[in-house]
């Protein structure tokens, strides 16, 4: 068997499920046999050609699959090992990577800006029945038995990315944090600032079962900013303003917002993905005199990320698993990224099954 | 004696030396003999009426001096003790003073945006015979024998805020670092990232003699925004971007060239004071997915502060004294006041002996 | 009425509930009527003539109190106010403290090694009618209506010191973290890492009702040093060795295995206080060459300190009061010592209530 | 050509010169032919039989050369090229390097102690006409050409060993440093704490030649611990204790006098490398309670590393040719262990020559 399945990227609006040659692994790399994958809100904008993306590319960022083939210079794997594999795959021996940025890898020499995002991206993706993996032997994150792939396939990208929303603003323990927008990655920036020890989480949205299961994942309070005016809010739940605000959407409202609530000397950690010119009110920055910190994240990967994810879940620290509201299999792929961007049905995550 | 001469503001481009009374020290508060002063940039937006403060107010933030009185409960201090006393004066039982934010000084309760910053912007400054000094206890910094008034004045507010500007950034061993704009500020961010261990120190501006004392401060190439293209340039020297740029000017041009010099991962730190909207084009920012940081510094106060940097003057790592180019008396502080606003004469900084 | 009751310290093995003057308030300081408090192992180490404190002088160091009397200066109170102060009182205005280490605050000038404890130290403490406070507006920290004295009087030292052993070993999410001893520090210690995102947590102690404790406030697997090899265990449960361990007794037998159990480039947070000589043995420390770090933590103190802790107890994340296993009036302390100090009854923790 | 001239170790105090097989690179390896290198202090330890190698082993762990020839799946490099590699290789690919405990470095999977380091450890190392380099694509440092062999030989280990002492400890502008025992490790972290923005510098050691070089590498002051009672000098001059001291040899009495100058909430750099039981003194680490900071640091490595610590030479920050005091061909080199391992001659580092 040479071929296989895969969404594949024709242009803007364009993506079907096709039969394309089947990859196999080279020096340092491994093919995985997919078992669950997801779309994401990138993937979205790509589709909609606002992220420019080759046309011929497979897309999809998120694997759970079984090691198919193992290339060589690869230790201590085995055809039919259960890997999770992150969105991100740094090679962890260019400049970038050996000095901790592993999301703008530099590909074996410097630094190269979201260099380390690869998947569905500069390289074929997961949405598709086998994947080549780069740089295998740091990315290849075997999954505990009592794991199920249901459980870890969203770690590969948003919970690593919502939660390095709290991490990259290093939460403290006692910490009032506001989180703008409570989609996917929002929620698991929710998730994160309670898996850190904020006392206050407030999460922010306008949509009524976002906002419910904002509080199923950790906020203490919900602001619907249909119905209140958020700052005023956030200034009266916490005096001097929030320590920490985290943005996950990627506008000039929520950005400003975030701003806007912080206390002096607090941090704006930043997960949105922004397009046109974004504003920094001065009067909001204190002039530059606040001592405010704004921090942007790329999601973080590599496998002792995903390891450590994986432990959290395995542990019970976090369930996922509400997340995932829909299931289809990849050759309804299509219908799937549809009900996903139009938001119908109570969608946040859909499960693909290859 | 109960008057003193000190220097008035009395709105937009009218300040005068007068008589005016002498302060006299409360409860934890002290008065000093003010010694040698200084002029900066802060006062000379003060005077164009783009920063406001109250019509009636004794301006000035750098002072050097004898402490002339004591009051109750402030220990561990003579009359006629020789101290420094930084431009931001902490209490250092606020909350914003307990987490270590001193700038941001809620004098006793929470955080206040600036409060830290008192001399000259809510009460009484140092352009003056004498000095009230809230929060003695915290922030009266006794001078070495050794060292005279010159070679300390500047650490009050430039020295503190420029290497602040390589503090805040975390400079490591090795790095590349960027500094736009070559005033007092940017001066001393350039010998404060040689300080902290960069390996090339590129320092920017368009006037000859600040580029001249960009080298003798510590940086390694110097680059004329008149006569280069900044970016492309450092580029050139860094290959992948610098590791931090330093914004020591506090406008949209600096700011935007800030950002696009940086690497992936890098850190912008900021000094300057802006006024509009400040704006953060998407490209420049890998659409937020850069891991990059943004950084801003109040000037670091307090004794503890002080302390340290006349350490650094006495060990002879800096000497502040070239950028001390004029020297005025009191009484024709008006004079220092239009030599220094129209940068006449190779002007950096004025000393002013009351 | 110029009398009080108080406990009061006279040598070794002898402390007796008196009557002595009630203390007033002088500039910067605070009179509180207690209305909870404590009893602290350090304070049975103090009885049993294990840690110097001069005869004469009142024990205790946990207060929740109303304020009865305000000294010159203090702002933002008033006579009435429920308060809870911490253990350490920094003074916020010294080289220590300016420098954000409260705990070994110099009162007003340089560092003195553990100077932040001054209650039932070197000054009245806490087990007593009427407590004075020093430094009052850095250490009075107000306690929200919805809360009781019973909610708030462990964070005054051991949820401080306990939190602060995770704290200081930085602990990030998905850590595995062994807490060395399951006493009232150490459980906190547990709750802490549990607050701080790791994902497996392991207590140890040899106590049953302890280990139960345990698994109360956080553990993931308890492991009873008389039943089982610790050591190998932890490496059977982490593969590498635990990134942190958290030693919370004060015993070379805890701090060796605590060194023991890490895996190279782990921390050691040590709490506990030690006497005589300890030892790291050199393979256990890898000759000084695996990258480890040895942190060591006095409780963290001030009003900031205790808001926060009282935010993380308001919100539901911790709940300390089944630690609160016995009450007794102040009268009968001698008799809480006793029972305490045997360990009899399943004892915990103490209320005290005068 | 197939056979080489190298140092062989054959058991304690037996070292020679012989002929062996030359390397050849395997997938992801390089052989560089090697132009200098240095003997190292462990070597002598190694060669003492006080640190257990294998017999057959060819010694060395500081390596600059030419590559010679590259393995497949190593891009961005061609035979000939200049470089200098790090005395630790890490793969950049396991759990301690995705990490950023590249020095730890655990082959490909979780973490091994001192893992990093194979050169003349687990591999045959650099004292040989040609040395085979793991995992080349993390460990080849291009070597800019106006710098000689001799401006980066030292680069490999002990500045970066050196070096490192100071960043472990965080060393913030304004410090009061103490380095201990004055050797070319030593002398490296007096360098690395005045690159890092130290005040103060105090070297200590009791030997002429090295307290002389002591301030030629950054010392304000040095003192002989054959003439004075370190301890109460730097608390003469630091007041209340040195902010952070540096222990560079590895015995109790060094590390004991660097836990007894310390400050509360001071850091403890340890670079040295112990044998036996070393013991913490109860009184001088404060009982645990004074809020010290220990940390242990094993030479930083990889190619990342290499290169800021070239940019610093290249850029005049360090000049370490001066510690360069011997030169001897590779032929002779059992003589110029002799000489180094009997300190004759003023000898620091010996260069050699294949």
Known sequence: MTQMRATVFHGKDQIRVEEIERPHAGVGQAVIRVTLTTICGTDLHILRGEYPVQPGLVIGHEPV????????????????????????????????????????????????????????????????????????????????????????????????????????????????????????????????????????????????????????????????????????????????GADVTIEALGTQQTFESALRCLRPGGTLSSLGVYSGKLQMPYDAFSAGLGDHRIVTTLCPGGKERMRRLMEIVRRGRVDLTPLLTHTFPLDEIVEAYQLFGERRDGVLKVAIKP
Chains 1, 2, 3, 4 share one sequence.
């Open 65 to 240: 699959g079984v090691i198919d083939e193992l290339g060589e210079g690869v230790t201590g794997y085995k055809v039919g090992d259960r890997v999770l594999v992150g969105a991100i795959t740094p090679c962890g021996q260019c400049r970038a990577c050996l000095s901790g940025h592993l999301s703008q890898c530099g590909h074996g020499e410097g630094y190269e800006a979201l260099g380390g995002w690869r998947f569905g991206n500069t390289i074929n993706g997961a949405q598709a029945e086998y994947l080549l993996v780069p740089y295998a032997q740091a990315n290849l994150a075997k999954i505990p038995d009592e794991l199920t792939d249901e459980q870890v396939v969203l770690l590969a990208d948003i919970a690593s990315t919502g939660f390095s929303g709290a991490e990259s603003a290093q939460i403290k323990i006692g910490d009032a944090v506001v989180v703008f927008a409570q989609g996917p990655i929002g929620l698991c920036a929710t998730a994160g600032a309670k898996l850190m020890g904020a006392a206050l989480i407030i999460g922010v949205d306008g949509d009524d079962e976002r906002l419910r299961m904002s509080r199923q994942m950790g906020a203490d309070v919900v602001l619907d900013y249909r119905a209140c005016d958020v700052i005023s809010e956030v200034k009266k739940l916490t005096r001097d």
